[in-house]
């Protein structure tokens, strides 16, 4: 079955310094892997997408991701953090016996420090 | 894209009551699902809101429970049905569309007492 790990449930980093937020997946398959941010008392907003196209995915915000078939991982990363970052981070990815189903991480909180 | 709107934004409910939920699409959708993230937690899958038909739903949740329409492709609605203190979460509709994408609503934050 697929799944998702998200390895730290809390980051702190200070302002302009890099941002990592790791993720690592579960799958029989090539996967279709995705990162959400969820910004206080908003909803999910979608910041890249990986879908067996190139390995390495940009997404908005200035928020990369690289999907590692050998390590199963697809680690969220940032050069430079900035203060409205802070938020929820979470890693999914797309069911395998349904290709519409999403498989949530338990989410890693982000803060970002002046 | 698809930007996604719930009604309403936020509740405070008496244990045994229902709250229905609405969901509006700005543009078609090829799926519509409902979540809950429950205090702290994750997003859970709750059912897929099929037009025209019941819904589909995941283990654990029971239509008698959490009843879903879908009359037309850009709306839906979730009612929480008997409620409970348990119940207490934020509920999110979410659409799927052709470039089979996902976008969420901004929730509906329920507190039971």
């Known amino acids: 079955a697929q799944s998702v790990t998200q390895l730290d449930s809390h980051v702190s980093v200070s302002e302009g310094t890099p941002v990592l937020l790791r993720c690592n997946y579960s799958?029989?398959?090539?996967?279709?892997l995705f990162w959400y941010v969820q910004h206080p008392n908003k909803g999910l907003q979608l910041l890249l997408k990986y879908t067996s196209a190139a390995t390495l995915v940009k997404g908005i915000n200035g928020f990369e991701a690289e999907f590692k078939k050998s390590e199963t991982s697809f680690h969220l990363t940032k050069p430079s953090a900035h203060m409205s970052d802070a938020a929820e981070y979470f890693c999914v990815v797309r069911g395998e016996r349904s290709s519409y189903k999403l498989i949530f991480g338990s989410g890693t909180r982000l803060l970002v420090r002046p | 894209s698809a930007v996604i709107s719930q009604k309403p934004s936020r509740d405070i409910c008496q244990r045994g009551t229902s709250l229905t939920i609405q969901c509006q699409v700005d543009?078609?959708?090829?799926?519509m699902f409902w979540y809950r993230q429950q205090p702290g937690q994750s997003l859970t899958l709750i059912a897929t809101?099929?037009?025209?038909?019941?819904?589909?739903?995941e283990s654990g949740f029971v239509i008698d429970k959490f009843p879903i329409s879908r009359p037309n492709l850009t709306f839906s609605t979730l009612t929480v049905s008997n409620m409970s203190p348990e119940d207490s979460s934020i509920y999110l509709c979410?659409?799927?569309?052709?470039?089979?994408?996902?976008?969420f609503g901004p929730g509906t934050r329920l507190l039971v007492l």
């Open positions: 543009s078609q959708v090829t799926m």
């Open positions: 799958s029989s398959y090539s996967p279709s």
């Open positions: 979410s659409g799927r569309t052709h470039q089979e994408t996902q976008y």
């Open positions: 809101a099929n037009q025209g038909s019941e819904a589909t739903y």
